[in-house]
Structures are given as C-alpha cells and as structure tokens.
C-alpha cells in the first residue's frame, strides 16, 4: 500500500461547480499535511497548509480527518484556471521529508 | 515566498555522458535541500536529501554511484547524472528547505532531462 494515496481522475469539473476530493495516508506519525498544485511540466507550487480545524482560502477549503487519516481539498465555483495536478503531501518530522500521493487531475471546462 | 533556481531547465545528451545539475536558493540559506524525479504522469519521487557540508542520503534503490550529489555552500546543491541511459530520462526538481513553522519546501523550477 502506498504512503499517500489520491485518485488520479480526471476530474471533469464544468465552469462554476464545485470538486471535492480526497487523500488517505497511512503513516498514523504524520505530523504536517499539504496542498500542491502542479501545472503539467512545472514544478509543484504550495496550494495550503492543512489543519485539522480545517481551514479556508478563498475558494479552497481544505480538512484533516486524523481519525480517519485523510485530507481534502474542496474548490468552489470552478475556474479554467483551476485546471491542474492537485498533489497531497504528508510530512514526518522523523526522516524530515515530504511524501507525495500521484496526484488528482481535474480538469474545468467551459 | 522563497525562490529556487535549477539550471539549466533543459538538456539533451547522449548515452554515456553525465550531466551536471544546479540548484540555487536565490534569497536564503539552506541547509537542506532536497532532489526528485518525476516520470511522465508520475508523482515526485524522492531521490535524495543533501545535507550542507555532510554527504548526502539516498533513499532506497537510488544508486548514490551514479547520482553524485554535492552540496558545497548554503545556497548551491549539485546533481551529477553519471553515465547517463536513456531510462534516466525524466524530469529532475530540487527542493530548499526554509524552516518555518509550517516546515514549507520551496520547489525549483525543474529540469528536464533527455538521454538519447
């Protein structure tokens, strides 16, 4: 079984509607988790931080459920824009490194 | 945020020779930074973590021989290709760790490399 695992979709997301998906990982150690979004051949870039309050950015929500040991992502009112690889990544302060699941694809379209 | 830099962004090379990459943080130090590969519709896998001044440590099936890593300053790590193959094709990003309290890594912009 993979560390962090996402549904690699795509996510066919018509313009305005709202996407939600999720991650499951499977070290109960893991300390931080995270958002990144990914542009096809571009480095990743930090979407948001997750907490397990769950937490808001404009568009984004983003939730922890530690219990249940998975993370969100939720985008309202779905841009062109938001077209990308939505990759979540898990941090382990023991071995201080990032471990990325393979990524979700959505796709938004006109 | 903190800026990267890789260099170069792109190289073709045959079979056989090695190849040089460079990755840069422009505004901090690191102490740490971090090499990954990336296969087409693949996820970043972590090859290695360079430590400033120490050797670096690979994770399992990296082949350290073959993947030299330097990390000579605070704000330089190198990543030697030796021997490059054709199945080293892929693309190469580094990472620079700048402590926080949210432990955030800040990514270069990638290098992508082509083994004919």
């Known amino acids: 079984r993979k560390e962090v695992e996402q549904d690699p979709g795509p996510f066919n997301v018509p313009e305005g509607a709202t996407v939600a998906f999720n991650c499951t990982y499977s070290?109960?150690?893991?300390?931080?988790f995270f958002w990144y979004r990914q542009d096809c051949r571009k480095e990743p870039k930090l979407l948001m931080s997750v907490y397990s309050s769950g937490n808001e950015d404009g568009r984004f929500t983003a939730q922890l459920n530690r219990a249940s040991q998975y993370i969100s992502l939720l985008i309202r009112d779905s841009k062109l824009s938001d077209s990308a690889t939505y990759l979540c990544v898990v941090y382990k302060a023991a071995g201080n490194k990032l471990t990325f699941g393979g990524g979700t694809r959505v796709l938004v379209k006109p | 945020g903190a800026v990267v830099s890789q260099h170069p962004s792109r190289v073709i090379c045959k079979s056989g020779t090695s190849v040089k990459i460079e990755c840069r943080s422009l505004?901090?130090?690191?102490?740490?930074m971090f090499w990954y590969r990336q296969f087409p519709k693949q996820s970043l896998m972590l090859m290695a973590t360079?430590?400033?001044?120490?050797?670096?440590?690979?994770e399992q099936g990296v082949e350290k021989d073959k993947f030299l890593i330097n990390h000579a300053s605070l704000t330089l790590s190198t990543l030697t290709v030796t021997s490059a193959h054709p199945e080293d094709s892929s693309f190469y990003i580094c990472s620079a760790w700048e402590r926080g309290f949210y432990n955030e890594q800040f990514f270069g912009p990638g290098t992508r490399l082509t083994v004919l």
């Open positions: 360079s430590n400033e001044g120490s050797k670096a440590t690979y």
């Open positions: 505004d901090f130090q690191a102490t740490t």
């Open positions: 070290n109960s150690a893991s300390q931080s």
